[in-house]
């Protein structure tokens, strides 16, 4: 089966730049995760969405990040405006979600992005 | 969260046993552990989970104890390219928090 894609690989922006980052999840799988990975930290969740609707954003830094998930299936995770400590790995997560904790996630490689 | 203890790296000879331990003594009794490896520039791969039982897939073996309060995850025959942060978490809900980790180290 396919794995969970994300483009762009890298991005490198200025301070106060607008980004977006684009995620197709497995098919199939009603749960999507976005994840925030500063270098040499685990990665650190920043929303959550069962099919089209958000689960959980408490962690989502609203007065700059904004996410969505159309028709409950691709999702964009947007930057604006960016600022320096932004730059992390911006990672994809999916899992079926029909046995609640036993369905586990599976990750794409993520956007790495560099705010300069 | 139940919260989990990690060494933070460890050390294992290529072709032997790696033996990754977990502390996690105020798991809650419908907790999953679950184990992710990181290797560099790539995004986690799941490994293994469980609840209660020991656990054996392709890659790896997850040993619980009775006790639920730790745990152990084991590469059989670890080569060069097991080198990697390991993740063991402990799920609560639908998301997983991740730790530092143990970063692997596998020499030859």
């Known amino acids: 089966e396919a794995g969970v894609a994300q483009s762009p690989r890298y991005k490198i922006i200025e301070k106060r730049q607008s980004v977006a980052f684009w995620c197709n999840p497995i098919s199939g799988h009603a749960t999507l995760y976005w994840y925030q990975q500063i270098l040499g930290q685990g990665p650190k969740l920043l929303i959550q969405f069962q099919n089209n609707g958000v689960v959980d954003d408490s962690q989502l830094p609203k007065d700059r990040f904004s996410a969505e998930r159309l028709k409950g299936v691709d999702s964009t995770l947007k930057i604006q405006p960016a600022k320096l400590e932004d730059s992390a790995v911006y990672l994809c997560?999916?899992?079926?979600?029909?046995?609640?904790?036993?369905?586990?996630?599976?990750f794409g490689n993520g956007t790495r992005l560099t705010v300069t | 969260d139940a919260k989990t203890t990690q060494p933070p790296s460890m050390d294992c000879a290529e072709g032997r046993a790696a033996n990754l331990p977990c502390n996690h003594s105020?798991?809650?009794?419908?907790?999953?552990v679950y184990w992710y490896r990181q290797i560099h520039s790539q995004g986690p791969q799941y490994i293994i989970h469980g609840l209660k039982n020991n656990e054996t897939n392709e890659m790896a073996s997850l040993i619980i104890t009775e006790d639920r309060k730790s745990s152990t995850l084991i590469l059989p025959h670890a080569t060069l390219r097991d080198t990697a942060v390991y993740y063991c978490i402990v799920r609560k809900g639908n998301m997983l928090t991740f730790g530092g980790g143990t970063r692997l180290m596998v020499k030859p």
């Open positions: 105020t798991i809650s009794g419908n907790e999953y």
């Open positions: 997560a999916s899992s079926l979600g029909d046995r609640g904790q036993n369905s586990p996630l599976h």
